[in-house]
């Protein structure tokens, strides 16, 4: 009978800890190190904006204000001043780290006109796991878009000419590139 009641416990911890994490989860524990200049309090402040069906926005420490423009249960765009936005998704995993079956994508994107982005992926305790095996990304300059809609990005390539050298150039050649994350990685399609 014993034996029963702990089987049937380390199943239930098991579940437990293995919940899904939601995004508002994920905004509420970031280390303020990752937004120096958005401190905790004004991350909550988000969440309950957006539960008062209110627009987020906040005063950040530069002076300046930053802005939650989407949450769902694992999407996020923040806008943290003109120049810099943060995207987060929540992508399931086919193995368990940090007792959960989720990783973080986070993305960083710099720059006005053209623009210049990182991506970085953490446990759901933010704890850094390594890139390499999970996305492999072009050598150039790039920009990141993380899709709202599902488990997919996408890379541009923005080439900016100064002074094209005829009519018949471009401005600003755009190449783009599709990832669709497999469970363990991000691939092309």
Same mark, same amino acid.
């Given at each position: 009978?014993?034996? %029963?009641?702990?089987?049937?416990l380390?199943?239930?911890l098991?579940? #437990?800890?293995q919940?899904?994490?939601?995004m508002?989860?994920?905004?509420k524990?970031? !280390?303020?190190?990752?937004? !120096?200049?958005l401190?905790?309090? #004004?991350?909550?402040?988000f969440?309950?904006?957006?539960d008062?069906?209110?627009?987020a926005?906040?005063s950040?420490?530069?002076g300046?204000?930053?802005?939650?423009?989407e @949450?769902?249960?694992d999407f996020a765009? $923040?806008?943290?001043?003109?120049?810099?936005?943060?995207?987060l998704? $929540? @992508?399931? %995993?086919? =193995?368990?780290?940090?007792?959960a079956r989720?990783?973080?994508? $986070?993305v960083?994107t710099?720059?006005?006109?053209?623009?210049?982005?990182?991506?970085d992926?953490?446990? %759901?305790k933010?704890?850094p796991?390594?890139? =390499?095996?999970?996305?492999?990304l072009p050598?150039?300059?790039?920009?990141?878009m $993380?899709?709202?809609?599902a488990p997919?990005?996408t890379v541009?390539?923005?080439?900016?000419?100064?002074?094209?050298?005829?009519? =018949?150039?471009?401005e600003?050649?755009?190449?783009?590139i599709?990832f669709k994350?497999?469970?363990k990685?991000?691939?092309m399609?």
């Amino acid at each position: 009978m014993m034996k %029963v009641f702990f089987i049937i416990l380390s199943l239930f911890l098991t579940c #437990a800890v293995q919940a899904q994490v939601k995004m508002r989860d994920v905004i509420k524990q970031m !280390p303020d190190s990752f937004v !120096p200049y958005l401190k905790q309090n #004004a991350r909550l402040d988000f969440i309950d904006f957006i539960d008062s069906g209110m627009k987020a926005e906040v005063s950040n420490d530069l002076g300046g204000k930053s802005q939650l423009t989407e @949450l769902t249960d694992d999407f996020a765009s $923040l806008t943290m001043n003109s120049a810099s936005q943060i995207q987060l998704r $929540l @992508l399931d %995993v086919n =193995e368990s780290i940090d007792d959960a079956r989720q990783i973080i994508c $986070l993305v960083r994107t710099f720059g006005e006109g053209m623009r210049e982005s990182t991506i970085d992926f953490y446990s %759901v305790k933010w704890q850094p796991l390594p890139k =390499e095996g999970r996305i492999s990304l072009p050598s150039y300059m790039h920009y990141i878009m $993380l899709s709202s809609q599902a488990p997919e990005l996408t890379v541009q390539r923005e080439t900016g000419l100064d002074i094209p050298a005829n009519e =018949e150039q471009k401005e600003i050649d755009k190449t783009l590139i599709s990832f669709k994350w497999n469970g363990k990685s991000f691939k092309m399609y």
